[in-house]
């Protein structure tokens, strides 16, 4: 079954192609950083009207670079939510519209159980059950996964995603959007001796996060040290940007450490943006080694938003036959353990 996959649910645009027989055979991804740049963060309305601009040429050069036609696809997969409403209704209209053109089935992703499932693309031998750590800018989740489709709630943000954080703190330091990468680079250089933030709520019992501590803590750090009227120093913003990786990285395997006891699982999954974080990465892959736990991520590109993912969930879900309506849905808020599993139990 080959599934064109369609991303519309923030600032990027992303298509694919997923064949279940021979993989991921194309994918395009189109960010509109540039074009939020001057807000310091994404501006819906402009997010929708850029996806109206760059879905449809992007659908025909996904074609183009997997050699197929239209006629050629068995399925449409769109993400359906959550997200921003406009920017998903774009999506979702254009991914309805094209599979009834084509007179084939389409079906709404949600745009978290793509994350999730994003690293068994590269890896078809991971399977549930495993702990999944869904870590984006509007996520900071842990859920035991079952089966596919069959999530508990392990713990959550109760304010703040670490993502979200991260960006607010990368703002603060002028380090731009997204900040999430722009903190990763400028730590390199930090002072890891300078500073020590908060891990918050690691010292009570229970799986949830707090990160808007965190930005406040940054805010008065930098207050604290920098000089009045003159710009920011890089070396603060270099320590700065250190310690706040360092706790947040430090918070959340913590927590991971906690889930992986509590659940007596074995495999922990890491999805979402910050996933993509190489400090992340490489401590929660050292801790869990020695623990025998085995610590599974998406390859980078496909960490952030991206199609392939969306392709991917629903070729898993069209693969089961989901039921059909010709309604164009899309969903600010949606509970990912709301969904249906794929198999009982
Ligand atoms: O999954 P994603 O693309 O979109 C959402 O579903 O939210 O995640 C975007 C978030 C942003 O907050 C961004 O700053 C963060 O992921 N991010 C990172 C890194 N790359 C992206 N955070 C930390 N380190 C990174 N390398
Ligand atoms: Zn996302």
């Known amino acids: 079954m080959r599934v064109l996959g369609i991303e519309t649910s923030c600032d990027e645009t992303g298509v694919a192609i997923y064949d279940t027989e021979r993989g991921l055979l194309a994918h395009q991804l189109y960010s509109q950083i540039s074009l939020h740049a001057d807000y310091g963060g994404v501006v819906p309305e402009l997010a929708s009207r850029d996806h109206v601009r760059k879905l449809l040429p992007m659908i025909e050069q996904v074609l183009a670079d997997a050699e197929l036609t239209k006629a050629q696809l068995d399925a449409v997969a769109y993400t359906e939510g959550p997200g921003l409403l406009g920017a998903l209704l774009v999506g979702a209209s254009l991914g309805r519209a094209l599979a009834y053109a084509l007179g084939i089935p389409a079906l709404g992703v949600h745009h978290m159980e793509g994350h999730l499932l994003a690293p068994l693309l590269d890896d078809p031998d991971l399977k549930p059950p495993f702990v999944a750590l869904l870590v984006s800018g509007g996520h900071t989740q842990l859920m035991a996964v079952h089966a596919i489709g069959h999530y508990t709630l392990l713990g959550e943000s109760l304010d703040d995603a670490a993502g979200e954080a991260f960006d607010k703190a990368a703002k603060m ?4 959007y997204p900040g999430g990468p722009a903190i990763a680079q400028a730590a390199e250089q930090g002072d890891p001796s ?3 933030f908060p891990r918050p709520m690691t010292d009570r019992p229970g799986l949830d996060f707090s990160f808007s501590g965190l930005k406040t803590f940054c805010l008065n750090t930098i207050a604290a040290h920098r000089r009045a009227g003159e710009p920011l120093d890089p070396q603060l913003v270099a320590d700065v940007a250190w310690a706040f990786q360092d706790a947040v990285v430090d918070t959340l395997v913590i927590k991971c450490k906690r889930a992986m006891v509590n659940t007596g699982l074995r495999t922990l999954v890491m999805a979402g943006g910050v996933s993509a974080n190489r400090e992340l990465r490489a401590r929660m892959a050292a801790v869990m080694r020695g623990r025998q736990v085995k610590v599974a991520y998406p390859s980078l590109s496909f960490c952030t938003d991206n ?12 693969q089961h036959a989901e039921p059909q309506t010709l309604s164009i849905q899309a969903r600010a808020r949606w509970p990912l353990t709301s969904l249906l599993p794929l198999e009982p139990g």
């Open 194 to 196: 300078r500073f020590r």
């Open 173 to 176: 330091l002028a380090l731009g």
């Open 307 to 318: 199609g392939a993912m969306i392709a991917f969930a629903g070729a898993l879900r069209l």
